[in-house]
């Protein structure tokens, strides 16, 4: 059984990603319960009979303390979908801020499970772990990858898609969010089909149709959308998301050639988990270490 006298482990978890919002659920399931007799052990998160996240590799899993998890959202989305535990909206201040909170609420764990494009707090994430001197994973779902049949065209940014436009269609479907409209408003001989899941606001492309939608979306919804709108360029970020990957298979199975932005690269020196199951497993490790007797960090 855990030590209950010793006050929980906190672990921050940022981002509102479906795997932040799938590791939160996890955690705050139960990772420090023992598992119930019979149940699959996953980490140690347990709900019922039922796996939360994934069966764990055979053997006795370590010891893990209580915890308390806490995700922070941006704040960026008029209404979230809120993860389990505690939830904080709004940024910390920079990497100076982050690293403050860290301290103030004695995080033993930071965990980046933020979109893969957002890498300024990343960045900042990576820099303030390392002044807090908090173990830091970051959670990354696996990027697209081209198929037979696919036509995509590579870039490293927003401004590399708008460049590429004229050459290849007319009539754009533009899923990179919101934010990044600006980077097409110069392209005025274009019309585009503008997908988000809030409205956005201005600089954006003068000959522009908003469609106000929120994943996940259904080959044959994007097969129709296509064909409705008589699409001629798909452009996206590689978000490697299930949910919206029904669109680049639409666009094969219409010969429609797809820009695709690719991710910027995780902060050096940062572990990468690619799945909700990996960081568990990171998390107990890490969290065993520092109850060793033998760790300074131990409680």
Same mark, same amino acid.
């Given at each position: 059984?855990? !030590?209950?006298?010793?006050?929980?482990?906190?672990?921050?978890?940022?981002?509102?990603?479906?795997?932040? @919002?799938?590791?939160?659920?996890?955690?705050?399931?139960?990772?420090?319960?023992?598992?119930?007799?019979?149940?699959?052990?996953?980490?140690?998160?347990?709900?019922?009979?039922?796996?939360?996240?994934?069966?764990?590799?055979?053997?006795?899993?370590?010891?893990?303390?209580?915890? @308390?998890?806490?995700?922070?959202?941006?704040?960026?989305?008029?209404?979230? @979908?809120?993860?389990?535990?505690?939830?904080?909206?709004?940024?910390?201040?920079? %990497?100076? &801020?982050?690293?403050? $909170?860290?301290?103030?609420?004695?995080?033993?764990?930071?965990?980046?499970?933020?979109? %893969?494009?957002?890498?300024?707090?990343?960045?900042?994430?990576?820099?303030?772990?390392?002044?807090?001197?908090?173990?830091?994973?970051?959670?990354?779902? %696996? &990027?697209?990858?081209?198929?037979?049949?696919?036509? $995509?065209?590579?870039?490293?940014?927003? !401004?590399?898609?708008?460049?590429?436009?004229?050459?290849?269609?007319?009539?754009?479907?533009?899923?990179?969010?919101?934010?990044?409209?600006?980077?097409?408003?110069?392209?005025?001989?274009? $019309?585009?089909?503008?997908?988000?899941?809030?409205?956005?606001?201005?600089?954006?492309?003068?000959?522009?149709?908003?469609?106000?939608?929120?994943? %996940?979306?259904?080959?044959? &919804?994007?097969?129709?959308?296509?064909?409705?709108?008589?699409?001629?360029?798909?452009?996206?970020?590689?978000? &490697?998301?299930?949910?919206?990957?029904?669109?680049?298979?639409?666009?094969?199975?219409?010969?429609?050639?797809?820009?695709?932005?690719?991710?910027?690269?995780?902060?050096?020196?940062?572990?990468?988990?690619?799945?909700?199951?990996?960081?568990?497993? $990171?998390?107990?490790?890490?969290?065993?270490?520092?109850?060793?007797?033998?760790?300074? !960090?131990?409680?």
């Amino acid at each position: 059984m855990p !030590d209950t006298a010793r006050p929980p482990r906190h672990v921050l978890i940022l981002g509102g990603t479906t795997e932040a @919002r799938r590791l939160a659920e996890g955690l705050a399931a139960g990772l420090a319960r023992e598992p119930a007799v019979g149940a699959p052990v996953v980490g140690e998160a347990v709900v019922g009979a039922e796996p939360v996240l994934g069966r764990e590799s055979a053997g006795a899993p370590a010891p893990v303390p209580a915890l @308390r998890v806490t995700s922070s959202l941006a704040g960026r989305v008029a209404a979230p @979908r809120l993860p389990a535990g505690e939830v904080r909206i709004g940024g910390f201040g920079g %990497p100076e &801020g982050l690293a403050r $909170w860290l301290r103030e609420h004695a995080v033993d764990a930071l965990i980046d499970a933020t979109h %893969p494009f957002a890498d300024t707090i990343s960045h900042n994430a990576a820099l303030a772990a390392a002044t807090a001197h908090v173990p830091l994973l970051s959670l990354r779902r %696996p &990027g697209w990858v081209p198929g037979p049949g696919d036509d $995509w065209h590579q870039v490293t940014s927003l !401004d590399e898609a708008a460049a590429a436009l004229p050459a290849l269609g007319s009539r754009i479907f533009l899923t990179t969010g919101r934010m990044g409209l600006s980077h097409f408003a110069h392209l005025t001989d274009l $019309w585009f089909l503008a997908r988000s899941v809030d409205a956005p606001e201005p600089p954006h492309p003068p000959r522009m149709e908003v469609l106000l939608n929120r994943g %996940p979306f259904t080959v044959e &919804g994007e097969r129709a959308l296509l064909r409705d709108h008589r699409i001629e360029v798909v452009v996206t970020k590689d978000s &490697g998301a299930a949910a919206t990957a029904a669109k680049l298979t639409a666009a094969r199975e219409a010969g429609v050639p797809v820009v695709v932005v690719r991710r910027p690269p995780v902060p050096d020196g940062v572990p990468v988990a690619a799945h909700p199951d990996e960081a568990v497993h $990171w998390l107990r490790r890490i969290l065993s270490a520092a109850d060793s007797p033998d760790s300074p !960090d131990s409680r």
